[in-house]
T-cell receptor, first 111, second 110 residues
Framework: DGGITQSPKYLFRKEGQNVTLSCEQN?????MYWYRQDPGQGLRLIYY???????QKGDIAEGYSVSREKKESFPLTVTSAQKNPTAFYLC??????????FGPGTRLLVL | QKEVEQDPGPLSVPEGAIVSLNCTYS??????FMWYRQYSRKGPELLMY??SSGNKEDGRFTAQVDKSSKYISLFIRDSQPSDSATYLC??????????WGAGTKLIIKP
């Protein structure tokens, strides 16, 4: 089945720790995105990538980093510089059209 | 002022009612319009995609775009309890980035 997978489903971060969220797609899409969603709010763009080995900052990139070494993969690292990381993180991809397709999400909690 | 405005609700209606969800926007360059449905603790799923103005129908769902008024709507006919979710509007001017509304929480009461 074609789709987007995210792992883990839940992630716990200790203070001062970096954590990495995984996102993989087998839709052969060129573009991939990371969003953050806080309770009762819409989606805010963290980073996006339109092609392998290239990515751009979104609206709230501070405290986050990404890499795009393969077309299928776009991992997100939440660094210790992100002081309020508790949120629902969503990965998406898009092909030739503007529509984006989402993974199931990762919920990040701070211990 | 946000680029896309969407009433967060919640909007509560009885089963079988017609539901109207709306978004307004300020950027006249937007030409791609989408509606997504998001169940609690799940990723959003694409419901409707419309290019430019006009109506598009898919089963019980109708998407309407009025570019002159900068207003888009999603209508749900014969609403079901399974339609209870948050509905997000999104739009683009074709630069690979979507601009999102905050989402409207919809509750269909049996």
């Amino acid at each position: 089945d074609g789709g987007i997978t995210q792992s883990p489903k839940y992630l716990f971060r200790k203070e001062g720790q970096n954590v990495t969220l995984s996102c993989e797609q087998n839709l052969n899409h060129d573009a991939m995105y990371w969003y953050r969603q806080d309770p009762g709010q819409g989606l805010r763009l963290i980073y996006y990538s339109q092609i392998v080995n290239d990515f751009q900052k979104g609206d709230i990139a501070e405290g986050y980093s990404v890499s795009r070494e393969k077309k299928e993969s776009f991992p997100l690292t939440v660094t210790s510089a992100q002081k309020n990381p508790t949120a629902f993180y969503l990965c998406a991809s898009s092909g030739l059209q503007e529509t984006q397709y989402f993974g199931p999400g990762t919920r990040l909690l701070v211990l | 002022q946000k680029e896309v405005e969407q009433d967060p609700g919640p909007l509560s209606v009885p089963e079988g009612a017609i539901v109207s969800l709306n978004c307004t926007y300020s950027n006249s360059a937007f030409q791609y319009f989408m509606w997504y449905r998001q169940y609690s603790r799940k990723g959003p799923e694409l419901l409707m995609y419309t290019y430019s103005s006009g109506n598009k129908e898919d089963g019980r769902f109708t998407a309407q775009v009025d570019k002159s008024s900068k207003y888009i709507s999603l209508f749900i006919r014969d609403s079901q309890p399974s339609d209870s979710a948050t509905y997000l509007c999104a739009m683009s001017d074709s630069n690979y980035q979507l601009i999102w509304g905050a989402g409207t929480k919809l509750i269909i009461k049996p």
